[in-house]
């Protein structure tokens, strides 16, 4: 199942307000955004019922697999929610042994919420690929 995909835009701010009145008569809202120090770039998550699903991010200058993640780190990002956390691991090694690059090993994002677990990887294309699990422990 899918939990979120996320793309770059090239004027965050122009974007931001785009997607804040065109999402609005679909129920979707403004729920979250990251920045610095947790996020290299600029980041709002839009959606419906507490939870954003749909993310957008400044476009980067350039990717750093050190941020761990997020809307900046390649040309799409997608999340598969995965059932626990032991999941995300499997997905993370799994991932690396098939020759995906590192972007953020299995780890707590509190700045996101307090249960969020992730980890993330760049596909042979760059597209930054992630598995989360939202359940606690």
């Not at 065109?22 to 709002?44: F, K, M, N, R, T």
């Not at 997020?70 to 626990?84: E, V």
């Not at 509190?110 to 990887?121: I, K, S, W």
């Amino acid at each position: 199942m899918i939990d979120h995909v996320g793309f770059s835009v090239s004027d965050y701010t122009r974007a931001k307000t785009f997607y804040e009145k065109a999402l609005a008569p679909l129920g979707y809202a403004l729920i979250a955004e990251v920045g610095p120090p947790h996020s290299e770039q600029p980041a709002a998550g839009f959606g419906s019922g507490g939870k954003p699903d749909l993310w957008i991010g400044e476009a980067p200058s350039h990717a750093s697999p050190a941020s761990g993640g997020g809307i900046a780190s390649g040309p799409l990002h997608i999340a598969i929610l995965a059932k626990d956390r032991a999941a995300v691991d499997g997905f993370h090694r799994t991932a690396l042994a098939a020759r995906g690059k590192d972007n953020g090993p299995p780890g707590l994002r509190p700045h996101y919420h307090a249960n969020y677990y992730g980890a993330f990887v760049l596909d042979p294309d760059g597209h930054n690929i992630e598995a989360v699990c939202h359940a606690p422990g």
